[in-house]
């Protein structure tokens, strides 16, 4: 079951922090749609077909996470999947001001859709992926931090890239 509810981002990669509120989300709602960016202006460690596979991966046995990728403006992928509420996270208070503009930004455009913000768990309010991708690349550890798969899919970028170098 795919649901109208959306949880856009960039997923480069996908966190615990990400997977926590996606479970959250289920408890108010019967199904959530994981919408992965694609964005050809910014480089992105992942790819977004390998951002979209993790993620189908992690949530295979949940049928009422769906997963897809879209470009161009969210309010156009929302409607285009006839989605009213998009889910956020806010992880501190210095996430507010954004998270409002582009709530308030996505209303000014189409009226209907809802922006539903929630918390996640406490232990990942320090958590994105660009410390996570930063960490990795410099050889530390984000044991903890993102779901197996992915720690195992960012150790083989992190040897592709030292082998690309080493070249
Ligand atoms: O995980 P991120 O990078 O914080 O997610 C940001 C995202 C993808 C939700 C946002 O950049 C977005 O919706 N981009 C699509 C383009 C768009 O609609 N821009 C206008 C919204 S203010």
Redo the contacts with the bound molecule.
């Keep these: 079951m795919e649901s109208r509810v959306l949880y ?4 480069d990669p996908i966190t615990n922090g990400h997977v926590d509120l996606i479970q959250r989300s289920l408890k108010v709602f019967g199904g959530i749609t994981v919408a992965v ?1 694609e964005n050809p202006k910014k480089a992105a460690l992942f790819s977004t077909k390998e951002r979209v596979d993790m993620i189908r991966e992690l949530f295979r046995r949940q049928a009422n996470v769906g997963v897809k990728s879209f470009r ?4 156009d992928f929302a409607r285009a999947e006839k989605a009213r509420l998009v889910v956020r996270g806010l992880r501190a208070i210095s996430d507010f001001e954004y998270e409002l503009q ?1 709530a308030l ?2 209303r000014n455009l189409d009226p209907e859709i809802e922006t539903f913000f929630m918390m996640p768990s406490v232990k990942y309010t320090f958590l994105s992926s660009n410390l996570v991708r930063e960490v990795v690349l410099l050889g530390g550890s984000v044991d903890g931090l993102v779901p197996g798969l992915v720690a195992q899919r960012l150790r083989e970028k992190l040897q592709a890239s030292k082998r690309s170098k080493s070249k």
């Excluded at 856009?8 to 997923?11: A, K, Q, R, V």
């Excluded at 161009?72 to 309010?75: A, D, H, Y």
Aim: proline fraction near 8%; avoid cysteine; aromatic fraction near 8%.
């Design positions: 856009p981002g960039s997923f960016l161009g403006l969210l309010v582009m930004m996505n």
